[in-house]
T-cell receptor
Framework: KQEVTQIPAALSVPEGENLVLNCSFT??????LQWFRQDPGKGLTSLLL?????REQTSGRLNASLDKSSGRSTLYIAASQPGDSATYLC???????????FGQGTTLQVKP | NAGVTQTPKFQVLKTGQSMTLQCAQD?????MYWYRQDPGMGLRLIYY???????DKGEVPNGYNVSRLNKREFSLRLESAAPSQTSVYFC????????????FGNGTRLTVT
């Protein structure tokens, strides 16, 4: 059974710092992996989607990497800003199903 | 630029009452989903509809029913609410199941007393 883990559960950094959020999954047979952002009281916003054949995706200050063989993905945020404060979730789509399996998220606080 | 719209935003029910959560998307997406989000449990799929006219069970379907009314609308019904169904419910859509980014609504906060 596929399991998705995000460690740490919470992270606090000063503004301007570059940071990495981690996502690990137990079964390397995945179709794709998505990173989402969730603001308090809101739904999830899709940030990046990486297909299994890709190694990374970039959008602005965000860069997501995927290493299927080791069961890991990272979300790199450059030059963090207070507006980046939110919960970040990753989700994998196993190869044998269209359903996403979510991690429990990392709550990021960027202090001014 | 509405995206995915959920109604209501908040709801309080008594045990045994029924209600329907409404969801509509204006992006012409084929697939729609219902999730619940609980502290410590993360997001769990209740039901999904890969395309208009089809529905399938997710991880936690017991106590729920769904209707894909048309391509735009996907409703979730609680026939007899229980305190264990207290949660935040999210509707989501994607162009195609499993291959496209998910777009989420802002959620319905449901409390069952």
């Amino acid at each position: 059974k596929q399991e998705v883990t995000q460690i740490p559960a919470a992270l606090s950094v000063p503004e301007g710092e570059n940071l990495v959020l981690n996502c690990s999954f137990t079964d390397s047979a995945i179709y794709n992996l998505q990173w989402f952002r969730q603001d308090p009281g809101k739904g999830l916003t899709s940030l990046l989607l990486i297909q299994s054949s890709q190694r990374e995706q970039t959008s602005g200050r965000l860069n997501a990497s995927l290493d299927k063989s080791s069961g890991r993905s990272t979300l790199y945020i450059a030059a963090s800003q207070p507006g980046d404060s939110a919960t970040y979730l990753c989700a994998v789509r196993p190869s044998n199903t269209g359903k996403l399996i979510f991690g429990q998220g990392t709550t990021l606080q960027v202090k001014p | 630029n509405a995206g995915v719209t959920q109604t209501p935003k908040f709801q309080v029910l008594k045990t045994g009452q029924s209600m329907t959560l409404q969801c509509a998307q204006d992006m012409n997406h084929n697939s729609m989903y219902w999730y619940r989000q609980d502290p410590g449990m993360g997001l769990r799929l209740i039901y999904y509809s890969a395309s208009e006219g089809t529905t399938d069970k997710g991880e936690v379907p017991n106590g729920y029913n769904v209707s894909r009314l048309n391509k735009r609308e996907f409703s979730l019904r609680l026939e007899s609410a229980a305190p264990s169904q207290t949660s935040v419910y999210f509707c989501a859509s994607s162009e195609f199941q499993g291959t496209s980014p998910l777009h989420f609504g802002n959620g319905t906060r449901l409390t069952v007393t």
